[in-house]
């Protein structure tokens, strides 16, 4: 079985600063993949960044970057820069062979003024 | 622009109730997915279908079942909806390259 923890459950972070959200997971599959999503209150579900687990460098998406950390399974998401329209939960999710995304139950995250 | 839409974003029902949750994409994918949402315990996969009348229970399938007849559409369906299946229902498709996957944008269901 899979499994996703986030264990942050609220952060909040002031506009132009740099949040790290961070995630852990455990799988038995050798080749898998993982993604932080965003859901704003708007609540559409959006993929933020994709990591596979067989590269070794990490991935960037403009102010979004990840840490990816094989051995200690953490996948934790770096912003930069933070904006307010960066608000949102944030969802950290792995992917195996099944096609089937396991979720963690999310860190909100508050950007401040 | 590429999309999943869920027929409704709210819905009210009545405990008893057969309750259809609709989902259209239009991206020809294969695996189409519903979810719910709860607060506090995150996303759990409620059905997932990896091609035209094909169907996979998830985490929690008890109470729902599913009808995928097109490959662009996918139907939840709540049986005899009960109180515990307020939530929010969220639809999902993917391709088979695991590029991540297209949400729509939710079903906020309340049975009453």
């Known amino acids: 079985a899979q499994t996703v923890t986030q264990s942050q459950p609220e952060m909040s972070v002031q506009e132009a600063e740099t949040v790290t959200l961070s995630c852990t997971y455990d799988?038995?599959?050798?080749?898998?993949?993982l993604f932080w999503y965003k859901q704003p209150p708007s609540r559409q579900m959006i993929l933020v960044i994709r990591?596979?687990?067989?590269?070794?460098q990490n991935a960037t998406e403009n102010r979004f970057s990840v840490n990816f950390q094989k051995a200690a399974k953490s996948f934790s998401l770096k912003i930069s820069d933070s904006q307010l329209g960066d608000t949102a939960m944030y969802f950290c999710?792995?992917?195996?062979?099944?096609?089937?995304?396991?979720f963690g139950k999310g860190t909100l995250l508050t950007v401040n003024p | 622009d590429v999309k999943v839409t869920q027929s409704s974003r709210y819905l009210v029902k009545r405990t008893g109730e057969k309750v259809f949750l609709e989902c259209v994409q239009d991206?020809?994918?294969?695996?189409m997915f519903w979810y719910r949402q709860d607060p506090g315990l995150g996303l759990r996969l409620i059905y997932f279908?990896?091609?035209?009348?094909?169907?996979e229970k998830g985490d929690i399938p008890e109470g729902y079942s599913v009808s995928r007849e097109k490959k662009e559409r996918f139907s939840l369906i709540l049986e005899s909806a009960s109180t515990n299946q307020t939530s929010m229902y969220l639809c999902?498709?993917?391709?088979?390259?695991?590029?991540?996957?297209?949400f729509g944008s939710g079903t906020r269901l309340t049975v009453v």
């Open positions: 999902a498709s993917s391709r088979t390259d695991t590029y991540g996957y297209t």
């Open positions: 799988t038995s599959e050798s080749n898998y993949y």
């Open positions: 990591q596979e687990a067989y590269k070794q």
């Open positions: 999710a792995l992917e195996g062979s099944n096609y089937k995304l396991t």
């Open positions: 991206m020809d994918h294969e695996n």
């Open positions: 279908s990896y091609d035209v009348k094909m169907k």
